[in-house]
């Protein structure tokens, strides 16, 4: 775009006049939602919707619209008086009183090796960063490679722009321009605080400059004109911080001194500049920084806080602005632009310069209430009063009543028509008034009072009775509009008939209605009305308007309700309540009656109606407090919110708590949310204003977590992205812990049968073994030959004629019999009764050696020889070798059985003093006898075996004894036994 074509934008700027001073709508923030210190000096806006707010000496504010989240040089800040801010896609570049820093998201970074001085303003030209200082100017390359760009002169600094192909730098002298790699002086000036470049992508672009004096235009270099500068209502806007362009292409100017003003090209040349001041509604006057966020709404920073412009075309006119009485009952825009307002105490008329002039009786105007305005086809503007019609002759009102024909009643509404007549809805039926004078219509409505009117598009007049029934005239015959009983039911307060035929209705209590071919449509409350109560109605190509006692509302037919612009004092606005009929539009503006004045919104299409807003999660908490890191559990963490993404919680970290807002919103505090946890909540859980959700003792599984907000003020739904997590059963209760259970427990029941098996298989063969052995060690004991002896012994006592010994000797070896018999079914027997049996063996012995030798047993006095067993049929064997080949071809000598107690069991010791295992050896070789003693081999085997079935210690020891010659003077065999008690008998 070349400067000549800035000329008209020039004049049309100077030409500007003062407007109406409306009250424009702002919410104020400040320490109640958390934002530190009142001073701010730059504002932005991240990724998801965030505000960050700059702040002078309090840090750096993340808001979202309800609350703060500060960040101090406790969280990585070089300085708690931060002074600019920019934010792109991936960062966000904070300057502070001591240098910059990045925040990244999740921490703040000082990334590049640059002055710790204040930051005045910070921008991104192509891929380079450029960082402002007071007195020096820094540029950053996308390899960070940094530049200084030395300024002649060395001027204090102030602001930063640019154009595809140069920088622009506001100066304390002025604006300079940087252009390959030269600098040129491109306006002299004071103080530039503020730069915005009209069009970034034309090198010969205009310029706008906040400078020290006012606002100027700099079309080319050293030629600057003055902006919104030199009409006398407005006079200059000295000292402008910044230059913001809103999403309609108005631009908006922030001064220090002045407060705000809005210039918008598109309106006509008297209504293009705007001053928004203190009058008008800014709590921030001071201004030191302007945003214009994602959802097209001004934010406004400076010495006394932060505020937030609503909607820039929402505003209101009240007596403060010249309006006789704010209880506007009658609204119109003529066919001139002029506004007409009339209520309790007469008549205003706003005209197109904003200049609001009043009507009472003095004009000629009755006194009492304004029912309704209107302008006929003709152009004439005609007033509904209690006392009669009054119409506009240009200087005055004439009126019309009772002399006219109007008898006592009084006008509800006033119907132009199409053949210039006027139809007059009172509370004697319906006139109409032509040439001066009133004519009824229908003789049979005189009685019925018709507060509402209307004539459709095929010239049919609609009319409302009091009791809320609609008819409507065809053909000189009135006919209802649906069925009677319905009518009544519903109630219709006011009505309105679209270029379609199509019937709206407001209702008393009953919402909003819509009669089309035959078909009901309504919409309550319940569906996201305002309210039930519809007073007034404005209708056009599926475009409704409704006003309430709570406000009005925008509202879209498109085969089913939608919902658009909300106002209501949810908003800030106060009261809001709206009167019958009272309601029109024009080009731009819908304008309603209300008991606070005129409430004017701004007509939008489509295209340029704001988003809606989203819904954000902004903390994830633990049993009531953050981890201090989710890296066990998260492998992601969402920059900006820092709410961890893919969790998996451990099965004893259920007690959540999810806190979320909506972002990019009118007034978040007006939301109302549901959520709902899939699939443990089947339906969504009524939060109403609350944001946040808490569970406890969530079981194990996979979640989705949703939140979902009506937002009045726009009417839609507004829904958060789902956020997925999942709480990990426990491992005594996962399927690889059963299969892990099953294996090991299947695998230990197979081994523990395969090893029982086993064992019973060895234990099998230990018994057969032993039972063997057992048999082996009964031989040993009834030896044939010990036998054969004993009888042979009896025999011989009987030749010998010695009844008496040979009945001993039987009866000791009967018993001897007797105790072996025994002995051999039981593995093991008293201790008692091998004594009894080694003492009838010795005994016979003896007496088949006539007594050859002695014999003895010891017994410890510790041994229970009733209560403790041992293996049986073990000693005897070796007490027989030992009178056999140690004491007998020695010719006598003694045999010791001794009987100790150990730790292990029982120690038995057989000893003899015969001639000792190696004379007793080389007898047997000369007598040609080949013996092979078994005894030791058993019991050594035996001993052995009983280890293995009982446990314990045993042992088998053969000793050979000497004396002090070293001549073999006898044998000792020890037996390790194990004992147990009598009870516990195993004979299996």
Known sequence: MRWTSFITFVVLTLATVQVQAQQYFFQTFGQREGIPVSTINDIAEDPLGFMWIATEGGGLARFDGVSSTVFTTENGLPSNYVTSLKSDDGDLLVGTDKGLTAYDGFNFQSRWELPSERVVAITQWNQDWIIVFRRSLWRIDENDNIQRLQIPGDPQLMSVDYTDQSLFIGASDGLWKFTNSEWVKWWDGSNARSIFIIDREDEESGVQVGASDDVYLVLRKGLAIPNLSTNDELGAHPDVRDIVLDSRGRWWYGSYQQGLRRYDSRLAEDFRGVKVGEEEGLVTPKIRCLHVSSDGRIWIGGLSGLSRLVEPDLYRYTSDDGLIDERVHAVTVSSRGNWWMGGLAGLSRKNKYGVIESFDEQSGLPRGLVFDVVESTNGRIYVATEAGLAQWTGSRFRTYGVHAGLGNAFIFDLEPLANGELAVATTSGIYIFADGQFETLDENLSTTAIPRIQEDQNGRLWALDIEGRILYRDNGSWEYAFEESEMLRIAPATFQVDAEGTLWMGTNGFGLWRLKEGRLDSLSSNEGLLSDNVWSLDVLNNDVWIGTERGIQNIIWNNGWEFGTRVSDARGFGELECNPHAVTRDEESVIFGTNQGVLVAPLRNVEERPSFGVIEITRLDLYFEQPESWGDWSDTIKPWSQVPLNLSLPYDQNYLRFSYSALQVADPLALQY??????????????????????????????????????????????????????????????????????????????????????????????????????????????????????????????????????????????????????????????????????????????????????????????????????????????????????RPKGGGKVTITFEMTDNGVRCVVEDDGIGRKKAAEIREKSGRKHRSLAGEISRRRVELFEKTYGGRSAVITEDLHDENGEASGTRVILQLPLQSTDEWDDD
Not at 681 to 706: C, H, L, M
Not at 741 to 770: D, M, N, T
Not at 787 to 796: H, R
Not at 862 to 873: A, W
């Open 674 to 887: 549901e959520y709902r946890l899939s699939p443990l909540n089947k339906e969504w859980v009524d939060a109403e204003g609350r944001r946040e959700a808490i569970y406890t003792s969530v079981p194990p599984g996979k979640y989705t977590f949703q939140v979902r907000g009506f937002d009045p003020l726009s009417g839609k739904v507004i829904e958060s992205e789902e956020y997925h997590f999942v709480i990990r059963r426990p491992y005594w209760t996962t399927w690889w812990f059963y299969l892990t259970v099953f294996v090991v427990v299947a695998g230990s029941v197979y081994l523990y049968f395969r090893l029982r098996l086993k064992r019973i298989h060895q234990r099998l063969a230990l018994e057969e073994e032993r039972n063997d052995l057992e048999r082996r060690a009964l031989r040993l004991q009834m030896n044939p030959h010990f036998v054969f002896n004993a009888l042979d012994a009896i025999s011989g006592f009987i030749f010998k004629n010695e009844p008496k010994e040979a009945v001993k000797y039987l009866n000791k070896f009967a018993k001897l019999m007797r105790l072996m018999l025994e002995s051999s079914r039981e593995h093991m027997i008293p201790l008692h009764t091998e004594i009894q049996l080694l003492e009838n063996y010795l005994a016979l012995e003896k007496l088949r050696f006539s007594g050859e030798f002695d014999s003895e047993i010891v017994l410890d006095e510790e041994i229970d020889t009733y209560g403790l067993s041992l293996p049986s049929m073990m000693i005897q064997p070796h007490v027989e070798n030992a009178i056999l080949h140690g004491l």
